[in-house]
């Protein structure tokens, strides 16, 4: 993976991940440059991945830099008054849109997987299924699962849409929300796990068509979120 998106990717992890608020500033240029130990031009690139995302905003001069921009994903749907917009339909398109694009990023971490990214993927997985009886748990660690499965999909576009998707669908979710068979969910994951592991394929498109289907038995809620999300 380039330099560039390898900062880049850390950076939104930050943005997405700690629900930081839009205009919060994460420093110079030269600040980034120094945390990451990368050249300027490596900066300059990941600053301008991270702009076309929509995620980050870069201002010049005095008191300029870096900022958080005002369309993060998981820090929109904490406004006032969009909460409550949050209904079926919307769910329902994110989750149309999110079975169209797994394919895509299964196929793609299938591809590129490395040992270090196997290695990750089954310690979640086993953490899954020791929290089966937790639903709470279990979904985090799912949610965990898949966006660790989005880090090893090479394709820039497809990695930041696909988790930009995953964000407004576990805003969407808590742990009641959906109907759950532990047995199933588990035995699910574990093979889609397993055929990413065995590269692209027969088994690979039939784990994926699998957990699409678990995935039609999640519901959306209606109210703001309040609690731990959940995921399919």
């Known amino acids: 993976m380039p330099r560039a998106e390898a900062v880049a990717r850390d950076l939104e992890a930050e943005i997405l991940g700690d629900g930081l608020a839009p205009g919060e500033?994460?420093?110079?240029?030269?600040?980034?440059?120094?945390?990451?130990?990368?050249?300027?031009?490596?900066?300059?690139?990941?600053?301008?991945?991270?702009?076309?995302?929509?995620?980050?905003?870069?201002?010049p001069g005095?008191?300029?830099?870096?900022f958080?921009?005002?369309?993060?994903?998981?820090?929109?749907?904490?406004?006032?008054?969009?909460?409550?917009?949050?209904?079926?339909?919307?769910?329902?398109?994110?989750?149309?849109?999110?079975?169209a694009l797994e394919p895509l990023v299964c196929r793609d971490a299938a591809a590129h997987h490395t040992n270090e990214d196997m290695r990750a993927l089954r310690r979640i997985q086993a953490e899954m299924e020791r929290h089966a009886d937790d639903p709470v748990a279990y979904f985090e660690l799912n949610w965990a699962l898949h966006r660790r499965i989005a880090k090893m999909c090479r394709n820039a576009p497809l990695h930041s849409i696909y988790l930009t998707v995953l964000d407004f669908l576990e805003d969407g979710l808590r742990g009641g929300d959906r109907r759950f068979d532990p047995s199933a969910d588990v035995e699910a994951h574990r093979e889609l796990v397993a055929a990413i592991g065995a590269g692209p394929g027969e088994r690979l498109e039939a784990a994926i068509e699998r957990h699409t289907a678990i995935s039609t038995h999640a519901r959306p809620r209606t109210g703001p979120r309040t609690g731990p999300s959940a995921s399919a």
């Open 25 to 59: 500033r994460l420093g110079t240029k030269d600040d980034l440059r120094q945390r990451f130990g990368v050249a300027v031009a490596t900066v300059n690139e990941a600053v301008r991945l991270l702009e076309m995302r929509g995620l980050i905003e870069a201002r």
């Open 62 to 66: 005095p008191g300029g830099g870096v």
């Open 68 to 99: 958080v921009a005002n369309s993060s994903v998981r820090v929109a749907l904490k406004r006032p008054g969009l909460a409550a917009t949050w209904g079926a339909a919307r769910f329902s398109d994110c989750m149309a849109i999110r079975n």
